[in-house]
Each structure stands twice: as C-alpha cells, then as structure tokens.
C-alpha cells in the first residue's frame, strides 16, 4: 500500500482569473487526473477537489466552484426557456430542474465524496486520524466577491448552504459553510 501523502499539495483554487491569490494550505487531491479518486478507480464518481485534515475542525472536505457563475449561466437559459414556444407543462419541468442543478450538484459530489473517503483508509497508509471519523465539514469555496453585488452573493451563499444543508441527512456532516476565497486563505 502507498502512502496517502503523495496527495498532499498546496491546493490550487482553479479561479483563473484569481491567479494572483495563492493558498497556503495543504490539502489531499481528490478530483482530476492524479487524484485519490483516479488511483481508487472511482473516476465515474463526482468528489470535491481536496481532503483537508485541519487540525481545529478535523476532516474538511474542500470544493472550488465558481457558482457565481453558474447561477448566471442558470438565469440565461431560464430567460432562454420561458421565451420559449415550448408548452407550458413541459416548460415548468425544464425549469424546476434547473432550479435544482447547483444543489444537486453540490450534494452529490459530497455524497460521493464520502465514498472516496471511505476506500481510503483501506487504500493508503499515513491516514490521519480525523478521516476515519464518520463526520465532517464540507467548505464549498467560491470566486471572491466583487463590490457592486456583494450583498447578493451573500444572500445567494446563504440559500445554496440552507439548500444543501436540508438535503442532507443529519449523520453525515457537521457543518456546511460556503466562502468567499479571500475568507478561506486568511
């Protein structure tokens, strides 16, 4: 069996245009293609991007999106389909799912993250403690806040966390927090 630590990196937040702002922070790297979730053959799996053992809050499981963006993208083709000739039962279908994508999303990449996690303490050595615990937190990181809207996001951060949260079962996690980028690297 391998060690766990050849996953260990400086987490990479994948905001392009944030490429002056750099992590400190150590993290396991679960998505992409040398990831933990690549190496259990686990690739149809969904998983958030980093394991983190934080030493104050235990297992973090650290998820970048920049769902500011995609709820853009989410309004436009809403705009998209209720202009459409479409009918209307049909209509209201699309649009009920789409209202769903970014939380479905997210819950599923934490579902299947647990997963991932779970094969590991049977995969790796040097496993810290906090991932054999059944619990843990879940960070969703996302693009930092720009000044004009920044009262929106927060509104919109807080309903993705109530969302996510509700969805949930209850033994699954202990918190669910969703930050700005210039929040999680101070």
Known sequence: MKSINI?????????PEHNDIKIQK???????DVGIKVYCKLNQLKSVDYFHDCNKDGLVYIEFSDLFRQSNQLKNEETKLKGSNLDKEHKRKLLTELHKKINSELQTKFKDSLHIMRSTIETFTDIPDSFKENSGQYVIIVAPLNGESKVEMAKLMDQWKNNITSALPRNLFTRIKILPLENFIN
């Open 26 to 32: 150590t993290g396991f790297k679960v998505d992409g």
């Open 7 to 15: 996953f260990a990196e400086i987490m990479d937040h994948e905001f």
